[in-house]
C-alpha cells in the first residue's frame, strides 16, 4: 500500500501561502512530503534542499534554493535550525517517529495474534490480509540533537499523514481560511488584456500571468498597466502578434533584459504611430511623444526648452517627426 498525506482543502487559500511565490510552495509541500517519507519528525537537512526542488541556476532572476528557504522561513512556514530547517508545527499535524514505531509494534502485534489464532482454525489458516509494503528508514543524517521538540502551539496550516493501516486514520481539524479572491486591478488589467485578442481566444489567468499582474500594479498604477496590456496592437513589429502574452508585456526590465516593456506598450496605446510608418520611423515618433508631454507638463512653450535641450542639431528634425494620432 503507497503511503501519502493529506492537504488542506483551504492550503492555497491561507494566509501564509496566498502571497507566496509558486517555486517556494512548491518547496514547502514537498518538504511535508520528504519529511513524512523519512520520518524526519519535521527536519530539513541543508544537503536536502536541492533534492526537493529543482531551480535554474542560470538564470539571475531566478530564485535560488537558499532565497526560496527564506521566503518560507519569513512566511513562518519553517524555522531556521542548526544545519537545517524545521517545518513549522509539522508535529501538530503529523505523527512523530515515536508514535511510528509505536503504531507499527501495535500492527505487528495484532498480525501475529491473527496469524496464530488463524492455526488453530479446523478449516487452515486464512490467507494472509494486506499490509504496509514496508517503510524507508529515517534520515538521521545531520540532525541536530533535540530537534524533534515540538514547536510552540501556534496556529499552523493542517497537513497530515494517512496511517497505512486501515483501522487508524490520523484526524485534523483544519483551519479554514476565508478565501482571499485576486483583487479587482488584476483582473481589469486581464480583462483589458483579453479584450485585444482574436475572437475565440479563452485564455486564462495562469500562475505567471497573475504574478506579472501583481508585479506591475505594485510599481505602476493601474491605468498605465492596463493601457500597456493593450499596447501591444499598435507596434509595428510585425512579429509582435506571436509575443503578445500578457507576462511578457508588462515584463519591467532586468539585468538580463534591461528593457523595459511595460512603459513601451503603455506609451505605444496612448501615442499609436500613423498607419503605415516604419519600426524605427515609429520609435522615433513615440520619443518624440514623450518629449512633448514632458514639455507641456513643465509648463513650456515647446520653444523655450524644445525637448529638454537636446541640441540645435536635432531639434529641428523632433518637431518635423509625426505627432501622435488624436
Not at 54 to 81: F, I, M, T, Y
Not at 208 to 223: C, F, G, I, M, T
Request: hydrophobic residues 35%; charged residues 30%; contains cysteine.
Amino acid at each position: 500500500m503507497r503511503a501519502y498525506f493529506r492537504l488542506d482543502l483551504y492550503f492555497f487559500e491561507h494566509p501564509k501561502v496566498v502571497d507566496l511565490s509558486h517555486p517556494a510552495t512548491v518547496l514547502y509541500i514537498a518538504s511535508i512530503a520528504y519529511c513524512n517519507r523519512r520520518e524526519t519528525d519535521g527536519y530539513v537537512a541543508e544537503p536536502v534542499l536541492r533534492r526537493l526542488i529543482e531551480v535554474n541556476e542560470q538564470d539571475p532572476d531566478s530564485a535560488g534554493h537558499k532565497e526560496l528557504a527564506e521566503e518560507l522561513c519569513r512566511a513562518k512556514l519553517w524555522e531556521r535550525v542548526e544545519g537545517g530547517w524545521e517545518v513549522h508545527d509539522f508535529l501538530e499535524h503529523n505523527e512523530s517517529s515515536d508514535e511510528r514505531d509505536e503504531r507499527r509494534s501495535d500492527d505487528a502485534a495484532r498480525k501475529r495474534a491473527a496469524r496464530a489464532a488463524a492455526k488453530n482454525r479446523p478449516d487452515g489458516p486464512e490467507p494472509p490480509s494486506g499490509g504496509p509494503s514496508g517503510s524507508v528508514p529515517p534520515d538521521t543524517a545531520n540532525r541536530p540533537s533535540g530537534h524533534n521538540r515540538p514547536s510552540e502551539s501556534v496556529h499552523g496550516i493542517a497537513v497530515t499523514e494517512q496511517s497505512d493501516s486501515r483501522e487508524k486514520v490520523n484526524t485534523v481539524v483544519a483551519l479554514a481560511a476565508p478565501a482571499r479572491p485576486d483583487s479587482e486591478d488584476v483582473h481589469a488589467v486581464f480583462n483589458a488584456w483579453r479584450a485585444t485578442l482574436p475572437s475565440g481566444s479563452r485564455p486564462r489567468l495562469t500562475e505567471a500571468r497573475r504574478d506579472a499582474v501583481k508585479a506591475a500594479l505594485h510599481r505602476y498604477p493601474r491605468e498605465d498597466v492596463e493601457d500597456a496590456a493593450r499596447g501591444w496592437v499598435n507596434d509595428p513589429w510585425p512579429e509582435r502578434a506571436q509575443q503578445n502574452d500578457l507576462a511578457q508585456l508588462l515584463h519591467m526590465g532586468s539585468k538580463r533584459k534591461p528593457q523595459n516593456v511595460l512603459e513601451k506598450m503603455r506609451d505605444l496605446w496612448r501615442h499609436p504611430p500613423p498607419a503605415g510608418m516604419g519600426r524605427r520611423t515609429a520609435e522615433m515618433a513615440r520619443n518624440a511623444a514623450g518629449l512633448h508631454e514632458l514639455v507641456e507638463r513643465l509648463g513650456g512653450d515647446g520653444h523655450e526648452h524644445d525637448g529638454g535641450r537636446v541640441g540645435a542639431a536635432g531639434a529641428a528634425p523632433q518637431r518635423e517627426l509625426p505627432r501622435p494620432a488624436g
